[in-house]
């Protein structure tokens, strides 16, 4: 098989199926307030595989690839518009409809709904008004975050780019220590009071490291495959092993990500057609995780918590949003990309 089938069988679209799965099995346990042992068990588990770590770890690597394929600037940008706004632009409006269903509107003044319209409809999901306070978990879509992370990264690329053209490695790691550092920052701030800790944490600087594993696989994808393809298992355990050292310094932390990334990549280059057979082309992924903090707000809200079988309804009712946000709404647009990604990674 030579290099550029590879991005022809993998697993992207299963892992990123797995990992808004588990943002969504996560949140559900937290805000549902449930107390079965064996789901909080399975979710102490599965908090060793975090989701939004995948998402952007894959984007290092896909969001690259998809530059280098892309002949101009302006074609990237749209491209990158097409991905992410018209999913996000229907969920926002049936966010803000769910809202006025349950009268979240009322005595609000224009200036604060429109603030918040604005922030939603550009690059500050992470901005939340006062109004929406007291309406089920107090953020009606508190995982957009992390889509303001992700314009960030669509951003900064073509400057990142630059930057590591020459003297890749050593520039690599010295942006690499000064991500994992504001994150080991974030991480060990207990509280997050101050207004500058709180936009630190939601910005691109603690997750840069992320994005810049990807990258790095990506550009040196020649001689990663043959440490990674097909060697999942050899990964795996030592991931695990990893986790079983558990201790709490710097060092420990950066081996593990570092186990992790491993672990993701290994993943997405074994077990060759899997996905297809599973799956198809399809990718429900971003429909799943945009729309599965609305539903558990709509539950928290009307009082629905602690039993069990909320967490099922909340994860069916997330993967009928995740089909229908990717048939009705994503890949009419994805076709519209120039050098698609949909096509180049999905066929």
Not at 307 to 333: Q, T
Request: charged share 10%.
């Amino acid at each position: 098989m030579n290099l550029s089938n590879k991005h022809h069988y993998n697993n992207f679209n299963l892992l990123r199926l797995f990992a808004a799965l588990q943002v969504v099995y996560i949140h559900s346990l937290e805000h549902l307030e449930i107390t079965n042992s064996a789901l909080l068990y399975l979710g102490e588990i599965l908090r060793y595989f975090p989701g939004v770590p995948i998402f952007f770890m894959i984007s290092g690597y896909l969001i690259t690839m998809s530059y280098e394929n892309n002949p101009t600037i302006s074609d990237y940008i749209k491209n990158r518009i097409l991905r992410i706004y018209p999913g996000l632009y229907v969920s926002f409006l049936i966010s803000a409809s769910i809202l006025y269903v349950f009268n979240q509107f009322d005595h609000v003044s224009f200036n604060s709904i429109f603030m918040w319209t604005c922030a939603q409809l550009t690059f500050v999901q992470f901005y939340n008004p006062e109004f929406i306070r007291d309406f089920g978990v107090g953020v009606i879509n508190g995982s957009l975050w992390t889509i303001s992370v992700e314009l960030a990264f669509y951003i900064v690329l073509p400057i990142v780019y630059i930057f590591l053209k020459k003297n890749f490695i050593k520039r690599f790691t010295i942006l690499m220590l000064i991500s994992l550092s504001f994150y080991f920052y974030i991480q060990n701030i207990s509280t997050k009071t101050l207004l500058y800790e709180k936009l630190i944490g939601v910005s691109i600087l603690p997750y840069l490291f992320y994005f810049l594993i990807g990258m790095y696989v990506f550009q040196f994808r020649s001689k990663v495959f043959k440490y990674i393809e097909d060697k999942f298992y050899i990964y795996f355990i030592i991931y695990i092993g990893i986790i079983l050292l558990s201790t709490d310094n710097y060092l420990y932390f950066f081996l593990q990500q570092f186990g992790y990334a491993l672990f993701v990549f290994s993943l997405v280059f074994s077990f060759k057609n899997f996905t297809y057979k599973f799956m198809g082309y399809n990718d429900f992924t971003y429909g799943i995780y945009i729309y599965h903090m609305l539903i558990i707000n709509i539950l928290v809200h009307l009082n629905y918590i602690g039993a069990v079988e909320n967490i099922l309804w909340v994860l069916l009712g997330s993967i009928v949003c995740g089909v229908l946000s990717y048939k009705l709404v994503e890949k009419p647009f994805l076709k519209l990309k120039k050098k698609s990604l949909y096509y180049e990674i999905s066929k």
